[in-house]
């Protein structure tokens, strides 16, 4: 008779009551991941995840859900994103000398001393995972109690809050990412990651800002050679990104065709409005937005890039050298006063391992091109905007 896994007792109110939160907390497509990592099987006719909830929570209750299942979604809900094609950038300015591991291990044991003794709002937990070219990938915890008060029994209970984020800090090209596409954990990991360095560098109150996309093009002289048409007008910061775009398209990537099909770009009297403009394929009739003369137009007049949505083909090697082609849907968030974020959409599990290397490949491209002090793809830029 096969072996029958059942949880050795009864499952405790607690216990269910983490199991719904945990679901709530997931989505129908992360909850499936879990399920079939544990080789869980559900009917196929759950469609809803409202109705998967509820058969999850009563198999749970019957002790027909396994515990490592149990466990596997409660760390899934509430610790870090390690497969998340999501993330958030922050740089600084301050120079380390060159590190080995074994110094980057001493100064991560020394901030872990002094970020519990020297302050009481968070208690933080750095790990070290991996270091290679001046890069260390590194797990922070912060753990806060608070309180919560319930207003039927007029009593307050206190709990203890851990938030988990895998943060890589490149120390030779002065730049942060944040593996997590949620903006709270972002932000509360962001004041760990400020005091770690903080204490790494012996900088008073170091801090983390968005990279500076800065850039701008060179004047163009006339055939005469007598004068030139300078371009200080647009927006350095939109420039910068417009050379990433076309950097992400390189031949020298595993990208290629890039398609903008969806910009947002900041109010033209933005002193006084918090309204943005959004242009969208919709009012162009389809296809690439980018080198369009209402784009263009809007550009040249200085305004700036916050969000812009593309489709960009990843080409796969393959183990018999071919290339597999998948299109994905990506995005950047220019938030020039808080951080940069760049995103993959994905909701088909069977690509999950596709999307995460295709991330991973575009964080590399991002990294790479925000370190350069030069632009890349000059003449190609200005042909897009109609400057040739």
């Given amino acids: 008779m096969a072996k029958q896994l059942i949880t050795p007792s009864n499952p405790s109110e607690k216990e269910v009551i983490t199991l719904e939160h945990s679901l709530r907390m997931l989505n129908y497509s992360e909850i499936l991941e879990v399920l079939q990592q544990n080789k869980f ?26 515990e490592q299942v149990y466990i596997a979604l409660r760390e899934r809900a509430f610790n870090p994103e390690l497969n998340v094609s999501d993330g958030f950038y922050l740089a600084f300015s301050y120079q380390l000398r060159k590190l080995n591991q074994e110094y980057l291990e001493r100064l991560i044991l ?62 030779s090209k002065k730049i942060v990412y944040f593996q997590t596409s949620n903006l709270a954990k972002f932000r509360n990991i962001r004041t760990v990651v400020q005091d770690f360095l903080s204490v790494v560098t012996n ?27 300078n371009y200080g007008d647009i927006n350095s910061n939109t420039i910068k990104l417009l050379d990433l775009f076309l950097e992400i ?18 109010h033209e009297d933005s002193e006084k409005n918090n309204t943005k403009a959004k242009i969208d394929t919709q009012a162009f009739g389809g296809g690439d937005l980018l080198g369009t003369p209402a784009v263009n137009k809007l550009i040249l007049e200085g ?19 071919l290339f597999k082609k998948h299109t994905i849907l990506a995005g950047i968030e220019n938030h020039n006063k808080e951080y940069l974020r760049i995103y993959m959409n994905n909701s088909d599990l069977a690509l999950k391992r596709v999307v995460n290397k295709a991330y991973q490949e575009l964080n590399n491209v991002f990294i790479e091109h ?19």
């Fill in 110 to 171: 020394e901030a872990n001393e002094a970020l519990n003794e020297n302050q009481d709002n968070y208690k933080a937990e750095i790990k070290l995972l991996n270091f290679s070219n001046q890069s260390g990938k590194l797990l922070f915890t912060r753990k806060q109690e608070k309180f919560a008060y319930d207003r039927s029994s007029m009593f307050s209970t206190k709990f203890s809050e851990e938030q988990k984020v895998l943060v890589e800090i490149n120390f």
């Fill in 370 to 388: 925000f370190s350069a002090h030069e632009l890349r793809n000059e003449e190609n830029l200005k042909k897009i905007l109609g400057l040739r």
């Fill in 203 to 229: 900088i008073d109150k170091l801090k983390l800002f968005p990279p500076r996309m800065t850039q701008q093009l060179s004047f163009t002289l006339t055939k005469d050679g007598l004068s030139a048409t």
């Fill in 303 to 321: 305004r700036i890039i916050y969000k812009i949505n593309f489709k960009i083909v990843y080409n796969e090697t393959q183990s018999n050298g």
């Fill in 249 to 266: 398209n390189n031949h020298a990537s595993k990208f290629s065709e890039f398609e903008c099909v969806d910009i947002t770009l900041d």
């Fill in 41 to 66: 099987n559900i009917s196929e006719s759950i469609r809803k995840k409202r109705d998967l909830e509820k058969v999850l929570s009563k198999a749970f209750q019957n002790r027909i859900l396994p």
